[in-house]
């Protein structure tokens, strides 16, 4: 009968294209990349490993100990982006991302609830990704940190028509718009919008987000303004509510986002 008596199976069980395609594994990576404070590091470790099962208890526990919007930030939000680098470096595929994506919203939605509500609202700002574009996973990470600056965000979700997005800022009167776009064939769906808005007497500032869209694309339309991370956005809402309109914003961007 075969023996494995012997055998090193850490040779075996691994898979194969981690040792040829990447130099660090993802525990190497995990210990460089997840957070030292032990409360955010075993936030963060739970979305990394796709804990979808345990994140519950975990960041209810967590909340006890920190700020709930940091343990968003710095633990889940923070998870999240070591799994992009993952798979950035061809070590996680699209399912883990996808896991690691809902473990991350199933413990936002827990400690949003125990962000300090009341206040009163600074703004409402209308949320989407674009027309034909299914991509939500970085949008809903700006929409937390908005809500949790004191906005009331308005998300239409995902694959908005251009023409819905535009009836929604004419009904609600947004500070400003925001779109995802991860895809190049659907960024286009902001100047579209832009133009209807402006054509309608608007003048209210269309912000391109996403990984398809960069600052000289989303400054290309009138009414158009660009945040590439969610926590400028934050920044960039705070100078519209000072007075600052989409021409200031793109002069001043670099001043306002500290870049
Ligand atoms: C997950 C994923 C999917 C999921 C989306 C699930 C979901 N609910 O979002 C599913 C499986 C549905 C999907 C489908 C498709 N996908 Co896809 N997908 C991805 C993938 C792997 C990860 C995207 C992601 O969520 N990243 C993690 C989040 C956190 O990052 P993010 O969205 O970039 O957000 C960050 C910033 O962009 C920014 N941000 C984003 N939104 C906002 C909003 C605001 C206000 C602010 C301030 C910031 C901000 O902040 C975030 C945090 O840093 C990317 C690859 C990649 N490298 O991005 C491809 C990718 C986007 N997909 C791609 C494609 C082509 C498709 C498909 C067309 C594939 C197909 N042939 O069927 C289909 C779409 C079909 C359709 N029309 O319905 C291409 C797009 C190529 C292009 N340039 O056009 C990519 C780049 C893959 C590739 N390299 O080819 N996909």
């Excluded at 957070?35 to 955010?40: G, M, Q």
Aim: negative net charge.
């Amino acid at each position: 009968m075969l023996s494995c008596e012997g055998a090193d199976f850490s040779k075996v069980l691994k898979r194969y294209d981690i040792d040829l395609q990447v130099e660090m594994t993802p525990q190497e990576m995990a210990a460089k990349l997840l957070p030292a404070d032990p409360v955010f590091h075993k936030v963060a470790e739970e979305v990394m490993y796709m804990r979808f099962k345990t994140v519950g208890p975990v960041v209810a526990q967590a909340i006890k100990e920190r700020d709930p919007l940091d343990v968003i930030n710095k633990g889940l939000v923070a998870g999240m982006e070591i799994v992009a680098k993952l798979y950035a470096e061809h070590v996680y595929y699209l399912p883990e991302i996808m896991m690691a994506a809902k473990t991350m919203e199933i413990g936002i939605a827990l400690a949003e609830k125990q962000v300090p509500g009341g206040r009163e609202s600074k703004a409402t700002i209308v949320m989407h990704a674009a027309e034909g574009d299914p991509h939500d996973i970085g949008k809903n990470i700006a929409a937390v940190m908005m809500r949790s600056s004191g906005y009331t965000v308005i998300d239409m979700g995902r694959d908005v028509p251009v023409v819905d997005a535009v009836a929604k800022v004419e009904e609600v009167k947004p500070l400003f718009i925001s779109g995802t776009a991860l895809m190049t064939t659907t960024m286009t769906a902001f100047p579209a919008e832009a133009k209807m808005l402006k054509d309608k007497g608007y003048n209210t500032p269309v912000m391109g987000c996403g990984g398809a869209v960069n600052r000289e694309y989303a400054n290309s339309y009138d009414l158009g303004i660009y945040s590439e991370k969610a926590p400028q956005t934050p920044l960039i809402a705070q100078k519209l509510l000072d007075g600052y309109d989409w021409q200031k914003i793109r002069e001043e961007w670099d001043n306002i986002v500290g870049e």
